[in-house]
């Protein structure tokens, strides 16, 4: 799989996450948009996992990626991201809150960046086992420009025992209460 921006675009790699609402629809509904968005193509897919949540009591979190190529620019694309989040209802209340759709820049490319408004790669992907775990489905391979490691190595790193793929005929929507 190529990881740099040259040709015809740069292929990146968007982390997907949620917990309120039909995460899965959120999901398919978030793809068909960016699928229909000029200068965007999508390449692949992960499956769906739930994950524990970080922070405050919540119920469980949906987690995927997606690989896409485009001819857009990085902070572009992001306002693609926020606009597609802000249509399924995402509200910035509570940091580590819950949401109906999380949509993330991790990779752009082998572009390395820090501005006010964007990291990348993305600030917090090496550490979160619920990114590795479906980034790695797509994108095993791909090199971490930032720590040289790949996305496989990084996962490697990480307890990943409690990212288990959705069941969908077993994983209700919204989401249940986890235990906390
Ligand atoms: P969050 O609430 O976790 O989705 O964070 C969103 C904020 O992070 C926005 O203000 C973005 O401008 C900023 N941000 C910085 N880097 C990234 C990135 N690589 N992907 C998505 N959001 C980013």
Do not use: K
């Not at 999380?102 to 990114?131: C, K, M, N, S, W």
């Amino acid at each position: 799989m190529a990881d740099g921006d040259q040709g015809s675009g740069a292929v990146c790699a968007i982390a997907l996450g949620g917990n309120v609402g039909d995460v899965g629809a959120a999901f398919e509904g978030a793809i068909a948009q960016l699928a229909t968005a000029a200068g965007i193509t999508i390449l692949a897919r992960s499956p769906w996992y739930r994950t524990p949540p970080m922070g405050p009591p919540q119920p469980d979190f949906w987690n995927g990626c997606v690989l896409l190529r485009t001819t857009r620019s990085p902070e572009d694309l992001l306002t693609v991201l926020q606009t597609i989040e802000a249509a399924f209802g995402r509200q910035r209340h509570l940091r580590w809150g819950p949401r109906t759709l999380d949509l993330d820049l991790i990779f752009y490319g082998d572009r390395q960046l820090h501005t006010d408004e964007l990291t990348l790669p993305h600030p917090g992907f090496r550490d979160r086992a619920f990114v590795l775990v479906p980034l790695a489905d797509v994108a095993a391979d791909w090199c971490d420009p930032a720590s040289g490691q790949t996305v496989a190595q990084l996962r490697q790193a990480l307890d990943c025992s409690q990212v288990v793929p959705v069941q969908r005929d077993r994983d209700p929507h919204p989401a249940p209460l986890n235990s906390n």
